[in-house]
C-alpha cells in the first residue's frame, strides 16, 4: 500500500483508513461481536491499513474500548485517531468543545484505549457556545502534555478553518492539521472551499461517508422495495436527484467493470487535497470487498463521466449526519424580528 503524507505532520498514512464506529457496538446497527470486530481491526492492519478513526460518542465509548483491545499490542503500528465534542450522557456540560470537557474527555478516551497518547485529537463538530481560542488552548496544552500529537477538525465549514488558523496564528497556539469531511461522488460540495482551503494551510483531509451511507455499493436500486432498501432511503433523506445520480453510476460501474464499491473509493482518494477515505465495514466480507479495490485507479474518461452525473463542487442530497450550523437549524437567525420589519 502506498502511504501519503498527513498534511504537514510528517506522519505517513494509508490512503484508506479503518473507520470503527461500526465496531464494539450494540449489534443494532453495526458488528456486536467483540471477537469478529477485532478479527476485522486486525485482518485492516495487516492488509497495510494503519490509520484507525473512532470517536468517545461511537456506542458511548464501546468502539474506543473495542479499538483498544484490538491494538493492545500492536500500538506502535498505529496511527490513532479519535475524537469529542458528542454527548457523553445527560449531563450537559458532558459534552461538547470547552476545556472543562476536553479535559475530562481525553482521560476517558485514553483509558477505553488503553494508551498513554493519541496521535490525532478532532473536534467532532463545531461548538458555537465555545470560543475557539478556548478550545484550542486545551488542545494546545495536551499536545505540550504529550498526550496528543497533532489536533484535527470535523465537519467545520471553511470559513471557521481559516478563523482557526488564523487564531492559532495570533496566539501562538496549535494548529489545526487535519479536517474530516463527508466526501463521495455524490457528496461533492467540500470540493468548492473546504478542501481547497485545507490545501492551502497544509492540512490533510480525512473523508468520511466515500459510499454516500451505503448508496454506492450497488445494494439500493430505484425503485427497489424491500424494507432494507426503505430504511436507508429514509435515514439519509434521499430525494429522486440523488437516487437518479446512483442509477448513473451503476451504469458507469457495469460499462467499466469496476464494481461500484471500488468505483466510489478510487474517486475519493483520486483529489490531492484528500489524504485517507474512511471505510466502515461491520463485516469481514465488507472489508474484504474494499479491500480488494484498493489499488484501482481511475483514468481522466472516467473522472469526467463522474463529472458530468454530479458536477464538480455539489451535492445531490446529502447525509443526516452533516453539520448545519445555527443559521440553517434556527429561524430567528435567518428572519428579521417584527419590530425590525416594522421600522423598515
Known amino acids: 500500500m502506498q502511504y501519503r503524507t498527513l498534511g504537514k505532520t510528517g506522519i505517513q498514512v494509508s490512503p484508506f483508513a479503518l473507520g470503527a464506529m461500526m465496531l464494539g457496538t450494540d449489534g443494532r446497527i453495526g458488528n456486536g461481536d467483540e471477537q469478529d470486530s477485532i478479527r476485522i481491526v486486525h485482518r485492516a492492519l495487516d492488509a497495510g491499513i494503519n490509520l484507525i478513526d473512532t470517536a468517545d460518542r461511537y456506542s458511548q465509548g464501546g468502539s474506543e474500548t473495542l479499538v483498544g483491545k484490538a491494538i493492545k499490542d500492536r500500538r506502535d503500528d498505529v ?202 465495514p461491520r463485516s469481514m466480507e465488507q472489508l474484504d470487498d474494499l479491500l480488494a479495490g484498493a489499488d484501482v485507479s481511475l483514468t481522466d474518461d472516467v473522472l469526467d463521466r463522474i463529472d458530468a452525473i454530479v458536477p464538480p463542487g455539489t451535492d445531490v442530497g446529502r447525509l443526516d449526519q452533516q453539520y448545519n450550523p445555527p443559521a440553517i437549524l434556527d429561524s430567528a437567525l435567518r428572519r428579521r424580528s417584527p419590530a425590525d420589519r416594522a421600522a423598515a
Not at 489536533?151 to 492559532?168: C, H, K, L, R
Not at 451505503?214 to 425503485?223: E, I, Q, S, V
Request: no cysteine.
Open 79 to 280: 496511527v490513532l485517531a479519535t475524537k469529542f465534542n458528542g454527548p457523553m450522557g445527560d449531563d450537559p456540560n458532558r459534552r461538547g468543545n470547552s476545556r472543562r470537557w476536553i479535559m475530562r474527555a481525553v482521560e476517558d478516551s485514553l483509558r477505553r484505549l488503553q494508551t498513554d497518547h493519541i496521535d490525532l485529537y478532532q473536534a467532532h463538530r463545531p461548538d458555537d457556545t465555545v470560543d475557539l481560542e478556548e478550545t484550542l488552548s486545551a488542545l494546545t496544552d495536551l499536545v505540550r502534555s504529550g498526550k496528543v500529537r497533532a489536533i484535527g477538525s470535523s465537519d467545520f465549514p471553511a470559513s471557521m478553518q481559516v478563523e482557526a488558523q488564523w487564531t492559532s496564528e495570533r496566539r501562538g497556539l496549535e494548529r489545526f492539521r487535519t479536517e474530516q469531511p463527508t466526501y463521495s461522488i455524490l457528496n461533492r460540495g467540500i470540493e468548492r472551499e473546504v478542501l481547497p482551503v485545507a490545501q492551502r494551510y497544509g492540512m490533510g483531509a480525512l473523508v468520511w461517508s466515500p459510499l454516500a451511507g451505503g448508496m454506492l455499493t450497488g445494494r439500493f436500486r430505484k425503485g427497489q422495495d424491500s424494507d432494507l432498501a426503505r430504511a436507508t432511503m429514509f435515514r439519509h433523506n434521499q430525494d429522486e436527484r440523488r437516487i437518479d445520480a446512483v442509477e448513473q453510476v451503476v451504469v458507469l460501474s457495469e460499462e467499466t467493470g469496476i464494481p461500484m464499491t471500488h468505483l466510489a473509493m478510487a474517486f475519493a482518494i483520486a483529489h490531492p487535497g484528500v489524504t485517507s477515505a474512511l471505510i466502515g
